[in-house]
């Protein structure tokens, strides 16, 4: 059974289809990237996911409990995290988390092990005499994820969690998913960056005006896209010659002289070549064919894979 699933899943706001028919299976233990442009539907989904939102019509599921019909037993496993963090502003950082927690009737002494937990977890355990309110941004996220964190629950729905955070703190935000990945949780986490999520998760699916456009592996994206894979070559001379020979290469679906950007050192010309991955074997044979065709190879390298150009491709004609 798959701990997230939504079945048809459909939601209006009067005229307004904000989802339409989702269909999304998330195993446990499934870190699932929810990339979609604003105004895609994520926090429309997230929101009934967490019970707190019906549906119009269809399903969403929680390990088998469905929402709206059994949300009581769904809520202790579910911990949901809102892309705004909201009021409690002015408490002290353990304070809010006691208040959290209590809510939870989690009492006495579990209660002080679960907040110490928690804030060790977020690393937030040297500001907890800390306002709320003088915590910058990255640490009222992490504080946040520490509050859903307190009834320990077996799947996380995270509403964009890094935005609008500086760098530093979209990396604090990431090693912290992944600790909790390897602690076995589900996690959904929307985002309208790909390549942020790319990384993390294992799956991913790509919704655009309510409806979902994909869902599979990053590689299964790229391969649905078609973005090939490309290498960047440079020979010592006779570029145009050893274009020629790679352009013969099994396996080798496009081979041209580009312009350099410098990284290839004296010549500022490169050759990308385009290769089916599916050929096999191409990647290696490159310089074997090169050296044994008497070129010298100045420069091998191949370019990172494009998640952005994927992600314009897949979403073409529908991103305003
Ligand atoms: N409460 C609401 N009333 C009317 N329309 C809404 C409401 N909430 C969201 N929408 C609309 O539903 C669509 C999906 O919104 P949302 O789920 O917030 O997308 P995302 O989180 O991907 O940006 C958008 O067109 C948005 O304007
Ligand atoms: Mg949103």
Same mark, same amino acid.
């Given at each position: 059974?798959?701990?997230?699933?939504?079945i048809n899943l459909t939601k209006r706001y009067n005229d307004l289809v904000a989802l339409n028919a989702l269909n999304l299976t998330?195993?446990?233990?499934?870190?699932?990237?929810?990339?979609?442009?604003?105004?895609?539907?994520?926090? +429309?989904?997230?929101?009934?996911?967490?019970?707190?939102?019906?549906?119009?019509?269809?399903?969403?599921?929680?390990?088998? /409990?469905?929402?709206?019909?059994?949300?009581?037993?769904?809520?202790?496993?579910?911990?949901?995290?809102?892309?705004?963090?909201?009021?409690?502003?002015?408490?002290?950082?353990?304070?809010?988390?006691?208040?959290? $927690? $209590?809510?939870?009737?989690?009492?006495?002494?579990?209660?002080?092990?679960?907040?110490?937990?928690?804030?060790?977890?977020?690393?937030?355990?040297y500001k907890q005499t800390a306002e709320v309110s003088s915590l910058s941004r990255g640490m009222q996220q992490r504080l946040s994820?520490?509050?859903?964190?307190?009834? %320990?629950?077996?799947? /996380?729905?995270?509403?964009?969690?890094?935005?609008?955070?500086?760098?530093?703190?979209?990396?604090?935000?990431? @090693?912290?998913?992944?600790?909790?990945?390897?602690?076995?949780?589900?996690?959904?986490?929307?985002?309208?960056?790909?390549?942020? /999520?790319? @990384?993390?998760?294992?799956?991913?699916?790509?919704?655009?005006?309510?409806?979902?456009?994909?869902?599979?592996?990053?590689? %299964?994206?790229?391969?649905? $896209?078609?973005?090939?894979?490309?290498?960047?070559? $440079?020979?010592?001379?006779?570029?145009?010659?050893?274009?020629?020979?790679?352009?013969?290469?099994?396996?080798?679906?496009?081979?041209?002289?580009?312009?350099?950007?410098?990284?290839?050192?004296?010549?500022?010309?490169?050759?990308?070549?385009?290769?089916?991955?599916?050929?096999?074997?191409?990647?290696? %044979?490159?310089?074997?064919? /090169?050296?044994?065709?008497?070129?010298?190879? +100045?420069?091998?390298?191949?370019?990172?894979?494009?998640?952005?150009?994927?992600?314009?491709?897949? +979403?073409?004609?529908?991103?305003?």
């Amino acid at each position: 059974m798959p701990m997230i699933e939504t079945i048809n899943l459909t939601k209006r706001y009067n005229d307004l289809v904000a989802l339409n028919a989702l269909n999304l299976t998330i195993n446990e233990g499934d870190c699932f990237g929810f990339i979609g442009p604003n105004g895609a539907g994520k926090t +429309t989904t997230i929101k009934i996911l967490a019970t707190l939102l019906k549906p119009s019509s269809g399903q969403a599921q929680i390990n088998g /409990l469905t929402v709206g019909y059994q949300n009581r037993q769904i809520r202790p496993l579910i911990g949901y995290v809102p892309d705004f963090m909201g009021a409690y502003q002015d408490m002290v950082v353990h304070e809010y988390l006691e208040f959290f $927690a $209590a809510a939870y009737n989690i009492n006495g002494a579990q209660r002080k092990k679960v907040v110490a937990d928690v804030l060790e977890l977020t690393e937030l355990t040297y500001k907890q005499t800390a306002e709320v309110s003088s915590l910058s941004r990255g640490m009222q996220q992490r504080l946040s994820i520490a509050r859903v964190l307190l009834h %320990d629950p077996k799947v /996380l729905l995270m509403d964009e969690p890094a935005s609008g955070l500086d760098p530093r703190a979209r990396i604090e935000i990431r @090693e912290l998913l992944k600790e909790l990945k390897r602690m076995g949780k589900t996690i959904l986490i929307s985002s309208h960056i790909l390549h942020e /999520l790319a @990384e993390l998760c294992n799956t991913v699916g790509i919704i655009e005006k309510g409806q979902l456009l994909f869902s599979g592996s990053v590689n %299964d994206i790229l391969k649905k $896209a078609k973005v090939g894979h490309v290498i960047h070559v $440079a020979v010592a001379e006779r570029m145009e010659a050893a274009t020629q020979v790679l352009t013969q290469m099994p396996g080798v679906s496009k081979a041209e002289v580009v312009m350099g950007d410098g990284t290839a050192g004296q010549t500022d010309q490169l050759i990308h070549v385009a290769y089916d991955e599916a050929a096999g074997g191409v990647y290696t %044979d490159i310089p074997n064919v /090169l050296i044994n065709n008497g070129f010298r190879i +100045t420069h091998f390298q191949e370019e990172p894979v494009n998640l952005e150009t994927a992600f314009m491709r897949l +979403t073409k004609g529908l991103v305003q």
